[in-house]
């Protein structure tokens, strides 16, 4: 294969075969001719029969194929002795116009060491035809053009060479042109149009041509490309201006673009040659060329700049007007424009002292400018007066006959006005009269004159317990009319005597200095702290600091994260209580009363009893409220002497907490009474006590009251101003006080009932109370709450005393 020229045979062999062939070699050349683009494994030749020697000598002699590219063109096969076409071969990409091509190989074989170069000649198909640049030519020739004028056109290209090559032209039959075809030394061919007959654009504007390519193959390949030949009017006329002088007339300082005079000339030549355009004369001088402007399509001549008629009174301007043509045709004329006289001067005001910035406290009579004025003009036309808005808080004052002084005539107050544009017009005597406007920007120095305010007097936080440390709690906003360093507010907290968080507010809470947000420090507990109250100062950063302050209540809502705790009776660390109890008792007998307190408030202390678990479940029960057990039948002889019940004590939170406890009840023979005093067959009742009924009309009472004392004070709190009342710390429609349990807590059962009353009241929070009934026995008794102790600044601190005592 053609692929082992280069193997290690190639690599490792070669010196030595090298050395042999300087010794005793033969060698000799083979040559064969192939069309190109031949398919693969294509027949190219048989080396062992052009050789002539026999194909299994030659495999014998362990053929070696050298290629001289690195394209695998050719392959051999050493069994047969053939070399076919491997790859596609392309002769216009190998030799491009050169006209013989060629592949050269190279064999080796051993004993004799022998070399044989083979050489095999690309021969061309007439696989391209010939190809113009374009598909379209345009030519433009004039239509005076000489007969006999030659015009080339780009020749076309054929990558093929020899008699496959680019051959003829051929042109379209027509009545204008001919086609001349001119070699080169080269050998290449390229098209010349020759005018044979006069054009006459009148006649025929446009001539459509097709010139055709052709080559030398079998069969022959062409292409075309269409010419469209346009004929050019020949310029034989010059611009007429309807007079070769104008008159004009002009008042001085008239605006740009005013219209002065249109020009008109005409060209009987038509297309480019008939269009006219209009400039300025180049004998005009450069300061004319800035006054005046001509339109160079329609003509118009305008002002552009200033006309003063104390420079100049007469203009003289001169007009050129050419065409399109080729050469060009231009004709001239000459427009005189007067000038005629007005009070074109206006007043000119100079600024000889002027300060930009001007202090807020400055006082009325204070100097800001000291303006001068002044009119070219002469007469009436140079006096000049000077006024000034009546709207602002400035005045005039005239010094000499042009000079005038602008001072301050009130107070300024920057945070009402803090940049004033002040307009001086300067005007003259003139008939008309002629203005200029002068504006002075001043612009208020700030000082600090403003207390920062907060947005709201007092702010109101409703915070859940166990918060987490770092959480926002509020954030307080203030807000200084004062600029840059006067308004640049900074917060703290204030601190008073004493203990907790309203005395010392820094240990629990921390406020960000720049942004106002107020953060917790650590957790807040409801059951130590239900309210507390802080100052938050702001300062800004004038000289000297000007300073407000406003309230922050905290109000610590309750969570469930107590469960409850047995109170009665006592249970050692395993929770198990031992009763006796005798098996004569009879059904519906109170054996014991579960007693929980829950450190929780509302609905997280309300507490349900439940029996999970007894030795015989149809032998005693427990009230859902009251935690009485009860027996629920007769003992009997076969009931087991030791009975050991599971309850459960769950509070009415979410989720729900709960402690259990376990009661062994030994059954004797003779054992005493759990309780003495009590009737066995006081079962519980669904009825509600009536002392029970009276304590909840009371309670509605006192809320009710409560409810109209608290309008009455929102009502004073709205009419009265928040700061100087000293009863109303915050408005009556965002006023929020913490909640205190007047009565809370008492829990009903089936004989018992419960109410849990709140009562609001203006920070610190009034003393809350709680009432309860015994919870031994269905007998309504009546428990009385030491009240919560609530300190000074109603932070609430110490925990309310939740102990009962029976009255």
């Given at each position: 294969?053609l692929?082992?020229?280069?193997?290690?045979?190639?690599?490792?062999?070669?010196?030595?075969?090298?050395?042999?062939?300087?010794?005793?070699?033969?060698?000799?050349q083979?040559?064969?001719?192939?069309?190109?683009?031949?398919?693969?494994?294509?027949?190219?030749?048989?080396?062992?029969?052009?050789?002539?020697?026999?194909?299994a000598?030659?495999?014998?002699?362990?053929?070696?194929?050298?290629?001289d590219s690195?394209?695998?063109?050719?392959?051999?096969?050493?069994?047969?002795g053939?070399?076919?076409?491997n790859?596609?071969?392309d002769?216009?990409?190998?030799?491009?116009?050169?006209?013989?091509c060629?592949?050269?190989?190279?064999?080796a074989i051993?004993?004799p060491?022998e070399f044989?170069r083979?050489?095999?000649?690309?021969?061309?198909i007439?696989?391209?035809p010939?190809?113009?640049?374009?598909?379209?030519?345009?030519?433009?020739?004039y239509?005076?053009?000489?007969?006999?004028?030659?015009?080339?056109?780009?020749?076309?290209?054929?990558?093929?060479?020899?008699?496959?090559?680019l051959q003829?032209?051929?042109?379209?039959a027509?009545?204008?042109?001919?086609?001349?075809?001119?070699a080169?030394?080269?050998?290449?061919?390229f098209?010349?149009?020759v005018?044979?007959?006069?054009?006459d654009?009148?006649h025929?504007?446009?001539?459509?041509l097709?010139?055709?390519a052709?080559?030398g193959g079998?069969?022959?390949?062409s292409?075309?490309?269409?010419?469209?030949?346009?004929?050019?009017?020949?310029?034989?006329?010059?611009?007429?201006?309807?007079?070769?002088?104008?008159?004009?007339?002009?008042?001085e300082?008239?605006?740009?673009?005013?219209?002065i005079i249109?020009?008109?000339?005409?060209?009987m030549?038509?297309?480019?040659?008939?269009?006219v355009?209009?400039?300025?004369?180049?004998?005009?001088?450069?300061?004319?060329r800035?006054?005046?402007?001509?339109?160079?399509?329609?003509?118009e001549?305008r002002v552009?700049?200033?006309?003063?008629f104390?420079?100049a009174?007469?203009y003289?301007i001169?007009?050129?007007?050419?065409?399109?043509?080729?050469?060009?045709?231009?004709?001239?004329c000459?427009?005189?424009?007067?000038?005629?006289?007005?009070n074109?001067?206006?007043?000119?005001?100079?600024?000889?002292s002027?300060?930009?910035?001007?202090?807020e406290d400055?006082?009325p009579?204070?100097?800001?400018?000291?303006?001068?004025?002044?009119?070219?003009?002469?007469?009436?036309?140079?006096?000049?007066?000077c006024?000034?808005?009546?709207?602002?808080?400035?005045?005039?004052?005239?010094?000499?006959?042009?000079?005038?002084?602008?001072?301050?005539?009130?107070?300024?107050?920057?945070?009402?006005?803090?940049?004033?544009?002040?307009?001086?017009?300067a005007?003259?005597?003139?008939?008309?009269?002629?203005?200029?406007?002068?504006?002075?920007?001043?612009?208020v120095?700030?000082?600090?004159?403003?207390?920062?305010?907060?947005?709201r007097?007092s702010?109101d936080?409703?915070?859940?317990?166990?918060n987490?440390?770092g959480?926002?709690?509020?954030?307080v906003?203030?807000t200084?009319?004062?600029?840059?360093?006067?308004s640049?507010?900074?917060?703290?907290?204030?601190?008073?005597p004493?203990?907790?968080?309203?005395?010392?507010?820094?240990?629990?809470?921390s406020?960000?200095p720049?942004?106002?947000?107020?953060?917790?420090?650590?957790?807040?507990?409801?059951e130590?702290?239900?309210?507390?109250?802080?100052?938050?100062?702001v300062?800004?950063?004038?000289s000297?600091?000007?300073?407000?302050r406003?309230?922050?209540?905290?109000?610590?809502?309750d969570?469930?994260?107590?469960?409850?705790?047995?109170?009665?009776?006592?249970?050692?660390?395993?929770?198990?209580v031992q009763l006796?109890?005798?098996?004569?008792?009879?059904?519906q007998?109170?054996i014991?009363?579960?007693?929980?307190?829950?450190?929780?408030s509302?609905r997280?202390?309300w507490?349900?009893?439940?029996?999970?678990q007894?030795?015989?479940?149809?032998?005693?029960?427990?009230a859902l409220?009251?935690?009485?057990?009860?027996?629920?039948?007769?003992?009997?002889?076969?009931d087991?002497?030791?009975?050991?019940?599971?309850?459960?004590v769950k509070?009415?939170g979410e989720?729900?907490?709960?402690?259990s406890?376990?009661?062994?009840?030994l059954?004797?023979?003779?054992?005493?009474?759990?309780?003495l005093?009590?009737s066995?067959h006081?079962?519980?009742?669904?009825?509600v006590p009536?002392?029970?009924?009276?304590?909840?009309?009371?309670?509605?009472t006192?809320?009710a009251?409560?409810?109209v004392?608290?309008?009455?004070l929102g009502?004073?709190?709205?009419?009265?101003d928040?700061?100087a009342?000293?009863?109303?710390?915050?408005?009556a429609?965002?006023?929020r006080?913490?909640p205190?349990?007047?009565l809370g807590?008492?829990?009903?059962?089936?004989g018992?009932?419960t109410?849990?009353v709140?009562v609001t009241?203006?920070?610190?929070?009034?003393p809350?109370?709680?009432?309860?009934?015994s919870p031994?026995?269905?007998?309504?008794?009546f428990?009385?709450m030491?009240?919560?102790?609530?300190?000074?600044?109603?932070?609430g601190?110490?925990?309310?005393?939740?102990?009962?005592?029976?009255?």
């Amino acid at each position: 294969m053609l692929g082992a020229g280069k193997s290690a045979w190639s690599l490792g062999l070669l010196p030595f075969f090298s050395l042999c062939l300087f010794l005793h070699s033969s060698s000799a050349q083979i040559r064969y001719a192939i069309p190109e683009e031949l398919t693969r494994g294509a027949f190219v030749g048989n080396i062992a029969k052009d050789l002539g020697t026999d194909v299994a000598k030659l495999a014998a002699a362990n053929l070696q194929v050298l290629s001289d590219s690195d394209s695998q063109y050719f392959s051999v096969n050493v069994n047969t002795g053939i070399i076919v076409v491997n790859d596609r071969i392309d002769r216009e990409r190998l030799c491009g116009q050169n006209l013989r091509c060629f592949l050269h190989l190279k064999l080796a074989i051993e004993n004799p060491v022998e070399f044989y170069r083979i050489e095999v000649e690309i021969l061309d198909i007439n696989d391209n035809p010939p190809a113009f640049p374009s598909s379209e030519i345009t030519l433009q020739i004039y239509e005076l053009a000489s007969l006999g004028a030659r015009f080339p056109i780009h020749q076309a290209q054929d990558l093929d060479v020899g008699s496959n090559a680019l051959q003829t032209y051929h042109l379209s039959a027509n009545e204008n042109f001919n086609l001349n075809v001119k070699a080169r030394t080269d050998g290449s061919k390229f098209p010349e149009l020759v005018l044979e007959r006069a054009l006459d654009r009148e006649h025929r504007a446009v001539h459509h041509l097709v010139l055709t390519a052709e080559d030398g193959g079998s069969p022959p390949r062409s292409s075309k490309t269409r010419i469209a030949v346009q004929v050019l009017d020949a310029n034989d006329n010059h611009p007429v201006f309807d007079k070769s002088s104008y008159q004009a007339r002009l008042v001085e300082n008239s605006p740009s673009g005013t219209l002065i005079i249109k020009l008109n000339a005409t060209d009987m030549d038509e297309g480019p040659n008939g269009e006219v355009r209009y400039s300025l004369g180049s004998h005009n001088s450069d300061a004319l060329r800035r006054i005046f402007s001509i339109d160079y399509q329609t003509g118009e001549i305008r002002v552009q700049g200033n006309l003063d008629f104390e420079e100049a009174s007469v203009y003289e301007i001169e007009v050129e007007a050419k065409d399109m043509g080729s050469p060009t045709m231009e004709e001239h004329c000459s427009v005189t424009v007067e000038v005629t006289d007005v009070n074109d001067n206006p007043p000119e005001v100079v600024l000889t002292s002027f300060s930009s910035f001007l202090s807020e406290d400055a006082p009325p009579g204070t100097v800001v400018a000291v303006i001068h004025v002044k009119d070219r003009d002469s007469g009436e036309h140079g006096k000049v007066q000077c006024h000034l808005p009546r709207s602002l808080p400035f005045k005039l004052r005239k010094d000499f006959e042009h000079q005038y002084s602008l001072l301050t005539s009130q107070e300024l107050d920057r945070e009402s006005v803090f940049q004033y544009n002040v307009t001086i017009s300067a005007s003259d005597l003139g008939i008309p009269s002629l203005s200029r406007y002068t504006v002075l920007s001043i612009t208020v120095a700030d000082i600090n004159d403003n207390t920062p305010q907060f947005e709201r007097a007092s702010y109101d936080v409703v915070l859940k317990e166990n918060n987490q440390v770092g959480e926002i709690l509020v954030t307080v906003s203030a807000t200084d009319p004062d600029l840059d360093q006067n308004s640049r507010l900074s917060y703290s907290v204030l601190s008073s005597p004493g203990k907790g968080p309203a005395t010392d507010p820094s240990a629990y809470i921390s406020i960000n200095p720049t942004s106002g947000q107020v953060s917790a420090k650590l957790p807040f507990d409801y059951e130590q702290t239900t309210y507390f109250q802080f100052q938050v100062e702001v300062s800004d950063g004038g000289s000297p600091a000007l300073s407000s302050r406003t309230v922050v209540h905290v109000f610590v809502t309750d969570q469930n994260d107590n469960a409850p705790g047995i109170q009665f009776p006592l249970t050692g660390k395993d929770s198990i209580v031992q009763l006796r109890i005798p098996r004569s008792t009879s059904p519906q007998a109170l054996i014991t009363k579960i007693t929980a307190v829950d450190l929780d408030s509302g609905r997280n202390a309300w507490l349900s009893y439940h029996l999970m678990q007894a030795t015989d479940p149809r032998l005693f029960g427990v009230a859902l409220r009251s935690g009485e057990i009860r027996t629920t039948r007769a003992l009997q002889e076969q009931d087991a002497a030791t009975q050991e019940l599971s309850l459960v004590v769950k509070d009415s939170g979410e989720p729900p907490m709960s402690t259990s406890v376990t009661v062994l009840v030994l059954l004797e023979e003779n054992a005493p009474e759990a309780f003495l005093g009590l009737s066995a067959h006081a079962a519980e009742s669904e009825s509600v006590p009536r002392l029970t009924l009276y304590l909840i009309i009371s309670l509605a009472t006192i809320s009710a009251l409560s409810l109209v004392a608290l309008v009455g004070l929102g009502v004073r709190c709205v009419r009265r101003d928040a700061r100087a009342t000293v009863g109303c710390c915050v408005k009556a429609d965002t006023l929020r006080v913490p909640p205190n349990t007047l009565l809370g807590h008492v829990q009903p059962s089936q004989g018992d009932a419960t109410v849990d009353v709140q009562v609001t009241a203006t920070a610190p929070p009034a003393p809350g109370y709680r009432s309860c009934f015994s919870p031994v026995s269905d007998i309504s008794e009546f428990m009385f709450m030491k009240p919560s102790v609530s300190h000074g600044n109603g932070s609430g601190n110490s925990p309310p005393d939740r102990s009962c005592s029976t009255e």
